[in-house]
């Protein structure tokens, strides 16, 4: 252990830091290294370092070089060659602080570069902003520093920086060196991770999985610390890529639990990322990593095709038994058939709320399901998708005429009514839809909204003759009848699915808080269709309740009717 100038052994050993691979990947935001330079700015300390010194070791778990330049769709790591590990600096604790310095000293946070805002020569806050060639004024100031024009700290930054440089000379580290083997390193790692950006559970594992890949068979399992986490990082960064056009993003907890699913289930029992990992298998999980890195784009475009993406999406663990059916071959994305049980399995997923807090426990029980056709050689045997799984009792997807019924109930803001008006209302792409409700939300917030709403339809019904044509209500229906709806009736029914419908961005700005006569007056009749509106039903405010009564029993028969076309 010793004490050094930061400043001074940052700008020596920068160049020469490398990371383990039981590192996680770097995880700050923008706003946590503008808050790491604030500390500083202000004499506050930044703690310490640990370094791994047992050089061989480094070089047999490998390591990947610190980032300069990063990007938050990427994961930009670059491995390190087995002769370049000379003279090198491997980080056990601290990698996130340090890489934070880096990129704000010499390096880009999503091409943007890391600005100071001085006022009265003190500095006032730290920004990334986009690189300006005439800045952005005086009061900005560039902290960053590029090393590929020689410029230096000294040299660049002005007055207004000075209080920040000294502060970085003066600031004081504690350097810890450590001389032990990759089991105990990983176990120090663990613990001294325990504290400050937690570790996620997946990469305990990941660490704890080099670590004893490498105590129990060093030269069987030679390279493959390395294949694991290329291949990880190319599956995050494959789909990650491409967000626009797949609809989601996957993470390093998804990649690990996906893989422990589609694993051997002689080699790897529970999918439960815990905190004992004695049946992990290395090879079982390189070999359903590579599966998962050929089936997952497919997969993922599939869904997004059929309306599931991350705003539809309640949780991206319905995605892994899906994974492992295409794997096993008792799943193919390629028929219409099979894509059509596919979108009954995630409507059914989401709409009854099967992967919620326990779904550790769903996912085990789903895979001992299925895994109960494996026959000897590892292949599924006498399997039907929608016999075994959709409607296995025990796994518990087929939607009844009660759910249907409950889902009657499902409100406005819940991410489920989204997800059911897209299915009812045929959309399959989000293209800026918009839930809002038929009946003007403003006309029940109270009693006398409900009255002054009856009175804003009165004089609309008298303009919209035209309406009557669709058959939508009675030639006699006028305004003179009696006050049918009471307010308490229908004060709660309005914010549900009964009243709700999907708009397009376009259409949904012109509606506002329209009566329905007259936002049904002015759109087409193809997206008059769209919005479910029950035949030969008064749409006047003062008869909602009847509205809502009929309307409900529509959706209620075309859910029915929907579901059943598609397991026919």
Known sequence: MKSESFLKWFKKARTKIILPNIQRNFEWTEKQIEELFDSIYKGFPIGSFWIWNNKEAVKDIGAFEMILDYQTDTLTEKPIDKKEYKGKIAILDGQQRLTALNIGLYGTFDGKILYCQVEKNQIKKFKFKEKEEKGYGEEWKEVYVNCQKNETIEKKWTKELSRLRKNLEKLEIVLHYLDTDIEDTTLIFNRLNSKGTELTPAFLLFSKLISKSFANNKDKNDGNKENIRTIINTIINTI???????????????????????????????????????DVSMEAMLESLISIKDNIEDLLTTLHNLGFYARTMQSRNAIIPLLYLIMKEALNLKTSKDKEL??????????????????DNVLNEIRNIINEHLNKKGKLERFDFKKDFLFNEKIGLKISDDDIENFMNLEYGNSKTLILLMFLCGYQKYNELH??????????????????????????????????????????????????????????????????????????????????????????????????????????????????????????????????????
Do not use: W
């Open 240 to 278: 990650n890529r491409q967000k626009a056009e797949i609809g989601t993003t996957i993470d390093y907890n998804f990649v690990i639990k996906a893989s422990l699913f589609c694993s051997d289930p002689k080699e790897i029992k529970s999918v439960k990322i815990g905190k004992s990992f004695k």
């Open 342 to 359: 596919v979108r009954y399995y995630m409507l059914s997923s989401f709409l009854k709320g099967k992967y919620g807090k326990s779904s």
């Open 435 to 568: 839930v809002d409700h038929l009946h003007a939300k403003k006309f029940f917030k109270s009693k006398k909204e409900f009255k002054k709403g009856i009175n804003t339809t009165d004089d609309s019904f008298k303009e919209k003759k035209s309406i009557e044509k669709r058959n939508l209500i009675d030639k006699e229906n006028k305004i003179r009848y009696k006050y049918p709806s009471k307010y308490h009736d229908v004060r709660n029914k309005y914010n549900q699915l009964a009243n709700l419908s999907l708009l397009p961005g376009d259409e949904n700005s012109t509606k506002n808080d329209k009566p329905l006569l007259d936002f049904l007056a002015s759109v087409c009749q193809n997206d008059f269709n769209k919005h479910l509106i029950p035949p030969k039903t008064k749409l006047h405010l003062r008869y909602c309740k009847k509205f809502f009564e009929e309307r409900e029993k529509l959706l209620i028969k075309q859910i029915t009717r929907k579901l059943k076309r598609i397991i026919k």
